[in-house]
């Protein structure tokens, strides 16, 4: 009677430490009969299992969590954990088929020890992630930049544009106004004082053209100093 393990050798567990790590072990029965399992450690105030024992169907597996609870300081690079984990089964026959878990256990390890089968596993204790794939997470962050570049430069382009436009619609609006205040003025020379006066007071009922910038240009000139802020600050 045997069950596998996945790993079978080593239970790997990545730094940093200060915080909850885990780590799947899968239980298999290959055999045809179910089976009981139950999982032991070397050091149980420092790793968690769930669940620590169960019963597996014929061929099927079972999937256990370890933790390794948070440490307050990551041990030294070249610490190479003692840790041990210790996997037990034994077939379930029908004289204990219908006994809870923990009773099948205290009932085998009473009459029928020499059943049970053992399987043992180390603990490794593996450097952080962010050492390992460094290099693939820096090129990542470049190729990020790029493509934010690569938008921020499209709509650039696009508000250069806008803006060339405007400033078409503000040169033929002023040439308008030129062609439009030639005959006026012209005109001005043949009209009565009186006449004169009452034009003026018309004029100044009017609204006045704004001084200044045009508001769409104040916009456009904001919306490119946002996107070189959001690129390089």
Same mark, same amino acid.
């Given at each position: ?30 055999n ?25 169907e ?23 954990s ?12 029908d ?6 878990? $923990?009773?099948?256990? !205290? ?13 043992k ?6 450097p ?9 997470e820096?090129?990542?962050?470049? $190729? ?7 938008? +921020?430069?499209?709509k650039?382009? @696009? ?11 503000? !040169? $033929? $609006? ?6 439009? !205040?030639?005959?006026v003025?012209?005109?001005?020379k043949?009209?009565?004082? @009186?006449? +004169? ?20 240009v ?16």
């Open positions: 009677m045997a069950v596998t393990l996945e790993p079978d050798a080593l239970l790997s567990f990545r730094r940093p430490f200060q915080r909850l790590v885990k780590e799947n072990l899968v239980i298999t029965n290959t045809a009969f179910p089976v009981a399992f139950k999982v032991k450690t070397t050091a149980p105030k420092q790793y968690c299992v769930r669940p620590n024992s169960g019963r597996i014929p061929h099927a597996s079972s999937e256990v969590q370890v933790i390794l609870q948070p440490m307050t300081q990551d041990p030294p690079e070249d610490f190479k003692k840790d041990k984990f210790l996997v037990q089964s034994v077939r379930i026959t004289n204990v088929s219908t006994l809870s878990i $923990q009773d099948l256990w !205290a009932r085998v390890e009473k009459e029928s020890k020499d059943q049970i089968s053992e399987h596993l180390r603990c490794l204790f593996l952080a992630e962010e050492a390992v794939n460094g290099p693939v820096e090129e990542e962050d470049t $190729q990020e930049i790029r493509d934010k570049l690569k938008v +921020a430069n499209e650039i382009a @696009q508000l250069q544009s806008s803006i060339d436009d405007y400033k078409r619609q503000l !040169a $033929q $609006q002023e040439g308008l106004r030129s062609r439009n !205040a030639e005959p003025n012209k005109a001005l043949y009209v009565k004082p @009186q006449d +004169a006066v009452h034009q003026v007071m018309e004029k100044m009922k009017q609204p006045k053209v704004q001084e200044g910038y045009p508001a769409q104040l916009v456009i000139v904001a919306i490119v100093v946002f996107l070189i802020a959001y690129l390089f600050f």
